[in-house]
Structure formats: C-alpha cells, structure tokens
C-alpha cells in the first residue's frame, strides 16, 4: 500500500476523525508523524483542541514531553486552552510550570491563555497577578481578564479595567487608525456581557454608541451580545432593533431573539422570530432553536404548535435529548397534558434534575400531588439530588392539595438531609400551604421566624388565607406589609376590601375605595385564552370586539338558562361591594373564562378536550358554571389560571374546590 505524504494528509483529512480517539491517535503518530520535530506536535495538538478533543490535546502535550522535546512558544497556547476546556486547574498549574522553566511565561499569548486558564477555573487572584505582570499587553491580554472578571460574576470589576483599557488606548500615540485597531470586537463583546450584568442605567446604551463609533455593529457576535444585553437589562424592544438592525445572522442570533420573548412571555412574538428563522436558508434551527419555542408555545397553552415541535423534535432525533426533552415535558405540564409529559419524560434517557423538577412541578400545578411525590422519591431513589427549585415544586405540590404534614417534613429535610438552605419561595410554599389549610396563626408565626426579608408573595399567600378563613386582623397585618411592599398594587386594596365586606364593615370598605381612587389604582383587565386549530383567541371581560361575539352571547344565555334549571345560583361575593345585584350579575355573566369556554364549545366536536388560559386566579362563580357545564355539555374543560390548573369534568373538579 502506498504510504500518503504526511503534508498532503494533513490538509486533506480533518484531525477530529484521526484523534478522536487513543487508538486513531497511535496509529496515526507510528505511521505518519516525524515525532522528532516539534512543529508536528505542535500542529496535532492545535488540531485536537480545536476539534473539542481537549483531554486528547493534552495527552498529546504530555506524549511529547515524555521523549523529551522541548516545547517552543507554539507548544503552550493551545495545551493551556485544553486545561481551561476541561476546567483541569491541576494540568493548568503543570502547563504553566512548563512554561516558565522554557521561558516562555512573560509570552503574550501564552500569558493571556495562562489568564483565561485561571479565570475559567475561579483563580480569579491568579489570574489578576498575571496580567499585571504583562510589561506590554495587547488587546488578548486585555479582553481575557475583562472576560475572566465576566465570568466570576465581577462584571463591575471589568468595567473598571475596560476604562483603563480606554485611558491606555487614548494614550496610543493619538493614532485614530491604530485605536481602531486596538480595541477590536471581541473586546467589545466581552464588555457587552459585563454591562448586562450591572445595575447601571445607560451602560449597555453608552458600550453601544462606542460599538457604532468604531464599526464594530456589522460584526455577528458584538450584534448578538448587544441582544442580550438589551435584554437582561429588561429592554426587549431595544433587543429587537439591534436583532432587526444585523446585517448577519446566526444561529445564535435568531436563538437569542426567540429566547428573549419566550422569556419575557411574548409567545406570539417568539413564534414569528421562529417562523422567519426557518424561512432563512443560511440557518438551521437546532435543539436550543426548539426548546425556546416549546417554551413560547408552553407560556402561550399553544398545544398544537407545540405538538408540531414536538414531531419536528422526533424527525430531528433530539427526543431523548436532555434539554430538549425537559422542555417538552414543561411544554405539555403547562398545556394541560400532563399524561403526555409523563410520556416525553421516559423517552428521555439521561435525566437530570430538571427533568425530574419540570415532572414534579407538572404534576403539582395540577393537582395531583401525590403523582408529584412518587417522581419526588423515585427522583431521590435514582441517585439525583433535589435542588432549591424540586424542593419549591414539592413543597408547590404539598399545597395544591392541602398535605401540611408532608410539607412539613420536606421543609425540615431539605437543610438536614440534602444541604438546601430554606430561602423565600419556600417559605411562600409554605405560608400558602399552611394558610390555605387554615393554620393561619402556624403561617403568621412561621413568617416571624424566617431568616430572610417575607416578599410580596409572602404577605400576599396570607392575605389570600384570611380571605378564606375570613381572619380580618391578619388580613390587616398582612395587607399594611403589602401596601408598603407594592403599593400600587390594587388587587390587594380589592382583596382587603372584600374581606371588610363579608365582615360588614362598610366603613373600612368605603375607605379602601377612595383610597385607590386618591391613588390611581385601577385593577388590571382579566383576559382568557382559548387555541383552536392552531390560533389562539384573547377574550377581555365583557368582550365585543370577537367577530362572533353576538353568536357567543346567545349560546351563553342558552347555557345560562339550563345551569338555572339544575339550581345554579351566581356567586356575587367575588364582584365589587358597590354595584347594585343586578349589574353584579351581568358582570359575572361575561366574565372572559367564561367567554372563551362558550366560544370553545361552539368550535369543538362532544366529547373533545377544551383548554382555556386566565390570567389571574379564577373566581368563585366561574369555578361553579364551568363544573356545571362541564355536566351538561359532555366535554372536559381545563382551565389554567394564575396559580394552578382546573380540569373540570361530569359537574366535578380536580381541584376537590381546593385552590
């Protein structure tokens, strides 16, 4: 067989087939390779390490190193980005030792891959040392300790070392040309990601004008950056110009774009980036691409777009990965098919702890708690060890369902047996557990005892308690916390108000009017959704601006007319104090949920499964007609409001009226 010439095979053949392995890499070394000349080494080292075979390029350094050939400055680069690769802080100090005793530390390159190498291994000190022993630094230099700073969660720190990068770049010889050279995009970038993780108004905004100033906004990964920036700085409008304004997208881009209004629950939007991304030929969507969609389609209840994903996640092979598949399962939680999120879940084959926590959860959100702590133990028993958010989904759980004692006991466990220290939303869990069970003086003392400032939420699940249990001096407590916490909320002024009303105590209900009225404070509109073949109605109180609202009101004046013939009454404890029993009706009778399930079941054939989306808590009379109506019309009718899911069926619900 004729032997190739070695040149030849190394620009013919890519190294991650040779190298990938032991075996490939013995072979290919004994045949083809001159192991006496560095420069070969040198060459399969850089190939490995840019192939992903780190632990590959590092064996290789230390194959060389054991014939005893000395490494030159080419040698190190390369070694060292393996060891940050592998987070491998011990190589890392052995690669640096090499380099010191050759004399190559006080090298640029090698010096700023040494800064990269600590930083990436939470040697932030070290790394620091390094680069001010640098004499003369270059932008690498630079951009590798403002991105370690990034890393470490030092984001203000690299802010502060951007501005001595800015004072040393003015000083360079005032040359216009070479200060663009200087600071390069990379660079930028590295800021950018700093400037998103500040508290500092403008900052993203000033990084973006300097961006603009040298040229660096036609370059994909300063636009992709700016993105995100935008975004973590809550600005998801300035977040789409910059999108909008890329000359050049990537993947990157287009995933970023998605993930900002998944994130933001701007489902409708999210769809759109997606449906434009597939319609560009230079990208390809991928396993990040489709799990921000499935979380658009789960924020949204889009169950048909959603299972559209899910075959398209099927064709692609990717069910049984991880991330895809924990989005999934979180998908079909959200839209009510907690059976086919069971399924999602077995599919896929490496679990970890969020899949099993999106599981739990799902469960929990549902109702079906005891569901929730079987996957809850089974989690445990497979070896995975629970996190702060399964602790929250469990002890979620515990309350959909009333089980104080269970709650209890995960509470105490979580800090004794799996080292998971209590914080906020756990302490909510428990609150709303134990209020909603009427222990209200056990939530009161509870929040006395916590070690942490109560939120909003806090204050907010003892409030609701007291309106259950009618408890007006908590309510008050309560309520005086949460005025001070958020005081333009007025869902709290309503709910202390209605609390003084089934009390009688019009005196204290007049004054909490006229204290939102001096205020401002006006309820924000409840709105339902309903998707039906794959488009999704919005239904406002009182709607009339659906094109087939005159046919729904009449449908629901039938429907009304049949709920009064088996005995339903209109609960009116749940609209305002002052609004004459008559008008308290009709308010009721158009509330949105009940609007959207009456347009439902216009649309769908006896039988079939009807999901509608509120979102604020569903109220007490709506909770009545749609159990009822779940009896006469023969459909099961889930509802998914701000806390939790309802699947009504045959006059009953899920919820055993607990919610």
């Not at 702890?353 to 005891?370: D, E, Q």
Request: with cysteine.
């Amino acid at each position: 067989m004729k032997i190739p010439n070695p040149s030849l095979a190394l620009t013919k053949f890519p190294f991650k087939i040779h190298y990938s392995t032991k075996p490939n890499l013995t072979t290919w070394f004994n045949n083809y390779i001159d192991k006496s000349r560095v420069s070969s080494w040198n060459s399969i080292i850089a190939e490995l390490a840019r192939a992903g075979d780190s632990a590959e390029a590092l064996r290789a350094f230390s194959s060389m190193r054991k014939i005893s050939l000395p490494p030159n400055r080419s040698s190190f680069p390369c070694a060292i980005k393996s060891c940050s690769a592998l987070f491998d802080l011990n190589s890392g100090k052995q690669t640096h030792q090499q380099a010191l005793i050759f004399g190559y530390d006080s090298d640029l390159f090698v010096s700023s891959a040494l800064i990269d190498m600590y930083s990436k291994c939470g040697q932030l000190r070290d790394a620091r040392i390094l680069f001010d022993q640098i004499p003369q630094r270059n932008i690498v230099s630079w951009t590798s300790m403002i991105t370690g700073y990034v890393l470490n969660n030092s984001a203000q720190q690299a802010l502060l070392l951007f501005k001595e990068l800015k004072i040393q770049e003015s000083e360079n010889n005032g040359n216009v040309e070479n200060e663009q050279v200087f600071i390069d995009s990379v660079a930028m970038a590295s800021v950018l990601s700093a400037c998103s993780r500040v508290p500092i108004k403008g900052a993203s905004e000033g990084v973006h004008g300097m961006v603009i100033k040298k040229g660096f906004d036609g370059e994909v990964g300063v636009g992709n950056t700016l993105l995100d920036a935008y975004a973590k700085s809550g600005d998801v409008g300035l977040s789409r110009k910059v999108f909008d304004a890329m000359v050049e997208k990537d993947e990157v881009s287009w995933n970023s774009m998605i993930s900002v209004y998944a994130q933001n629950g701007l489902s409708n939007e999210a769809l759109e980036v997606f449906y434009g991304m597939v319609r560009d030929n230079n990208v390809n969507y991928n396993a990040i691409t489709l799990s921000a969609v499935l979380l658009a389609c789960a924020h949204s209840g889009a169950l048909h777009t959603g299972k559209c994903i899910h075959d398209q996640v099927i064709k692609m092979g990717l069910e049984d990965n991880v991330i895809v598949g924990t989005s999934i399962i979180d998908m079909y939680c959200k839209c009510g098919r907690v059976e086919m999120a069971r399924k999602a879940f077995s599919c896929v084959r490496e679990k970890n702890v969020r899949s099993w926590t999106a599981l739990i959860a799902g469960y929990g959100m549902h109702g079906r708690a005891k569901e929730a702590l079987e996957v809850f133990y089974e989690m445990i028993r497979a070896g995975v060890k629970p996190n702060y958010i399964t602790f929250v989904s469990a002890l979620a759980a515990c309350g959909h369902a009333g089980l104080v004692q269970e709650g209890w006991h995960w509470f105490d466990a979580m800090k004794r047996e799996f080292n998971v220290e209590p914080g906020i939303e756990h302490y909510g869990c428990m609150v709303d557990l134990l209020g909603r069970a009427g222990y209200l003086s056990h939530a009161y003392n509870l929040i006395k005892q916590m070690k942490v400032t109560p939120d909003f939420v806090i204050w907010g699940s003892l409030l609701a308690a007291c309106r259950i249990h009618k408890n007006v001096e908590l309510a008050e407590i309560s309520a005086h916390k949460l005025f001070e916490l958020d005081s333009s909320n007025c869902g709290y002024y309503v709910l202390l108000s209605n609390i003084y009303a089934d009390a009688g105590r019009w005196e204290d209900v007049e004054r909490m009017r006229l204290l939102m009225k001096d205020r401002g404070l006006v309820k924000p509109p409840g709105f339902s959704l309903v998707e039906l073949k794959g488009k999704v109605h919005v239904f406002l109180v009182g709607d009339k601006e659906h094109p087939q609202h005159e046919k729904i009101y009449e449908y629901l004046e039938e429907l009304n007319v049949k709920l009064k013939e088996i005995g339903y009454i209109p609960n009116m404890t749940s609209v305002l104090y002052d609004v004459d029993e008559e008008e308290k009706g009709l308010t009721l009778q158009v509330h949105s949920e009940k609007l959207a399930v009456v347009f439902a079941i216009m649309h769908t054939v006896p039988g079939a499964r009807i999901h509608v989306i509120k979102n604020l808590r569903i109220c007490g009379d709506c909770h009545t007609f749609i159990k009822l109506i779940s009896k006469i019309v023969h459909h099961e009718i889930v509802v998914r409001d701000s806390k939790r899911f309802h699947h009504f069926k045959d006059g009953f619900c899920s919820c055993g009226d607990y919610w």
